[in-house]
């Protein structure tokens, strides 16, 4: 079974750009959570999709937004990029939400540099 | 205070060694508990978990979790050079959300 997939693997921006970040879950996972890692505060969650809808919202700024679409494929989206936003930006599949009972499984992530 | 806790490291063992790891958590009402091994430059990688009290093996892998205490810990039998990496404590409470600790960064000397 493929594992969770992430592109592109690597990006620059400029400071005021946007972005947009894309995840597909492993076969048969419906769930998509968004993570960032930076050296400063480790990992931190950003927002978690299951069945299109976002269920829950980590504590970051209204310029990290997220989708889902009815293939459980998920693009987060970051506008008026920071440099504080430059990051590993990880992407979690899980077989459902609203579980704690539950494994999350990481892509390999998206390098996010801003200049 | 962060709500999950764990001493940075690094913790250095002979290879051969018992590794242990450990980790502190505030939430009470936390329901699960992963290990995610972190090479450097790669994404985290889940090698445990565990839900109830007790201890939970899986090859050299051992998990210790104490509900009363808030503790949680991993073992590694046997350490390995390959073993070196950052290990993170991930914690859910009701819901999917993990909330990780820093991490402990293992080396294993050969």
């Known amino acids: 079974k493929a594992g969770v997939t992430q592109t592109p693997r690597y990006l620059i921006k400029t400071r005021g750009q946007q972005v947009t970040l894309s995840c597909s879950p492993i076969?048969?996972?419906?769930?998509v959570s968004w993570y960032q890692q930076t050296p400063g505060q480790g990992l931190q969650f950003l927002f978690e999709?299951?069945?299109?809808?976002?269920?829950n919202k980590g504590n970051f700024p209204g310029r990290f937004s997220g989708r889902q679409f009815s293939n459980s494929r998920s693009e987060m989206n970051v506008s008026t990029l920071e440099l504080g936003d430059s990051a590993l930006y990880l992407c979690?599949?899980?077989?459902?939400?609203?579980?704690?009972?539950?494994?999350?499984?990481f892509g390999p992530g998206t390098r996010l540099t801003v200049l | 205070q962060k709500e999950v806790e764990q001493n940075s490291g690094p913790l250095s063992v002979p290879e051969g060694a018992i590794a242990s790891l450990n980790c502190t958590y505030s939430?009470?009402?936390?329901?699960?508990f992963f290990w995610y091994r972190q090479y450097s430059g790669k994404s985290p990688e889940l090698i445990m978990f565990?839900?109830?009290?007790g201890d939970k093996e899986d090859g050299r892998f051992t998990a210790q979790l104490n509900k009363a205490s808030q503790y949680v810990s991993l073992l590694i039998r046997d350490s390995q050079p390959s073993d070196s990496a950052t290990y993170l404590c991930?914690?859910?409470?009701?819901?999917?959300?993990?909330?990780f600790g820093g991490g402990t960064r293992l080396m294993v000397k050969p």
């Open positions: 076969s048969g996972h419906r769930s």
């Open positions: 979690a599949s899980s077989l459902m939400a609203v579980s704690s009972y539950n494994e999350q499984f």
């Open positions: 991930a914690v859910k409470n009701a819901g999917n959300m993990l909330t």
């Open positions: 999709y299951f069945s299109e809808t976002q269920r």
């Open positions: 565990i839900y109830s009290n």
């Open positions: 939430d009470r009402g936390s329901q699960s």
